[in-house]
Each structure stands twice: as structure tokens, then as C-alpha cells.
């Protein structure tokens, strides 16, 4: 069975730039996550999707910004790079058939993006 | 709002010895989830173990055991006979219980196994 897989892996961009970050889930899993992994801060929670709607958003500006299709695959814009938003970028999906959204994450890879 | 404290940054240990990370915790909630993740240098988070903080008995996974002490919001993993695979990133996890919410992760610590 296929783990969730992310594209690009790396992604080099210049400041004001836009960039699209792609993730495919598990096959059978509704959910997708994004977190961003940045130098000594951890992951922090970005956005939620489920069923094609956005469930719960963390604590970034509004030039962070996604959808997911019907398929279930999701896709991460930011617009107006920024360096700070130089991190990995992870995705997750979950089966929210389980009825705890997020009980067990499946992470892929990351897309590693780098704004100079 | 909750959060997660890895007060370690990086640990080094010998190959075959026992090492244990910390964690602790901030919540007002009394039903949550604890988690465990492992990030090996191929970047791929993956779950090493998990407590469900209504169960009082420690959860184990093989060579993974935690001590969970709820009052105290601690939360650390005990990794026996640490072998050279175990070389990774640990971060630490709490999710609250219930269907909105999303997991918060600790800032992680940076596990060496020496050989």
C-alpha cells in the first residue's frame, strides 16, 4: 500500500514568489494535515482538511492557503514567499472514518522549500 | 492552550544502553491522547507509541515504554537496548480528545546512538 507521498521534494523559490505544495493521502484516508517543520520550533499545525472542506486552521497568515480535491489529495499555497517560511513542510492524512480525526497521522516525506 | 516542553534538545547514547526522553505537558483537559512520533533523517514522521490519558497502565511497544504520570503531566519515553537505527528526531505529542482538533507537537530532541 502506497504512504502518503508529497511533490515536490525540494522547492527553491525567491521572496514574493508563490509556491504549490502537493500531497496525495493514504488510499481510503479523508483527512489531510499540513504542518510546517522550521529550524528548532517543532511542527506547527497549518491547516486541516476533511472531506474537501477545511476544518481547523492554525496560526498563519492568510497568504498560507489550501484545498483539497475530491480525491482527497490537498494542495498548500503560500503566496508572497517570505525567508521565514524557509521549513519542511509536512503532510499527514487519517482516516476520519474512526471518528477521532486524527488519532493516528500518517506523515509522507516533506516538500523542503527554501526562499532566498 | 496546551502546550508541549522536550526540555532536551539532543541526547547521545552507546549502542545497546537505555535512554530516556522527557516531556511534559499543559492542559486543562482530562481526556487526551499522548503520542510519540520519530523522525529519521529520511524526514518521515513515524509513530512510536501512543497513551490514552483515561488508561493508567504505561503503554509499551516492544523495546518503547513510557511513564506516564498524569498529575504531574510528564510524559517520558524509555528506549531499552537503544540500537543504531534508533537515531532520529523524537517529538513529543498531545492531542485533546475529540473530532475538531489537531495534534501539537513538543520542539523535539535530537537522539544520537553511538556505536
Known amino acids: 500500500e502506497a504512504g502518503v507521498t508529497q511533490s515536490p521534494t525540494h522547492l527553491i523559490k525567491t521572496r514574493g514568489q508563490q509556491a504549490t505544495l502537493r500531497c496525495s493521502p493514504i488510499s481510503g484516508h479523508t483527512s489531510v494535515y499540513w504542518y510546517q517543520q522550521a529550524l528548532g520550533l517543532g511542527l506547527q499545525f497549518l491547516l486541516w482538511?476533511?472531506?474537501?472542506?477545511?476544518?481547523n486552521r492554525g496560526n498563519f497568515p492568510p497568504r498560507f492557503s489550501g484545498r483539497q480535491f475530491p480525491n482527497y489529495s490537498s494542495e498548500l499555497n503560500v503566496n508572497a514567499l517570505e525567508l521565514e517560511d524557509s521549513a519542511l513542510y509536512l503532510c499527514?492524512?487519517?482516516?476520519?472514518?474512526?471518528?477521532?480525526?486524527?488519532?493516528?497521522?500518517?506523515f509522507g516525506s516533506g516538500t523542503q522549500l527554501s526562499v532566498l | 492552550a496546551q502546550t508541549v516542553t522536550q526540555s532536551q534538545p539532543e541526547m547521545s547514547v552507546q549502542e545497546a544502553e537505555t535512554v530516556t526522553l522527557s516531556c511534559t505537558y499543559d492542559?486543562?483537559?482530562?481526556?487526551?491522547?499522548l503520542f510519540w512520533y520519530k523522525q529519521p533523517p529520511s524526514r518521515q514522521m513515524i509513530l512510536v507509541i501512543r497513551?490514552?490519558?483515561?488508561?493508567?497502565q504505561n503503554a509499551t511497544e516492544n523495546r518503547f515504554s513510557v511513564n506516564f504520570q498524569k498529575a504531574a503531566k510528564s510524559f517520558s519515553l524509555k528506549i531499552s537496548d537503544s540500537q543504531l537505527g534508533d537515531t532520529a528526531m523524537y517529538f513529543c505529542?498531545?492531542?485533546?480528545?475529540?473530532?475538531?482538533?489537531?495534534?501539537?507537537f513538543g520542539k523535539g530532541t535530537r537522539l544520537h546512538i553511538l556505536p
Open positions: 499527514a492524512s487519517s482516516d476520519g472514518r474512526t471518528g477521532l480525526f486524527n488519532e493516528k497521522l500518517f
Open positions: 497513551q490514552e490519558a483515561y488508561k493508567q
Open positions: 482538511y476533511d472531506e474537501g472542506e477545511e476544518r
Open positions: 492542559t486543562s483537559e482530562s481526556n487526551y491522547y
Open positions: 505529542a498531545f492531542m485533546k480528545f475529540g473530532s475538531d482538533d489537531k495534534i501539537i
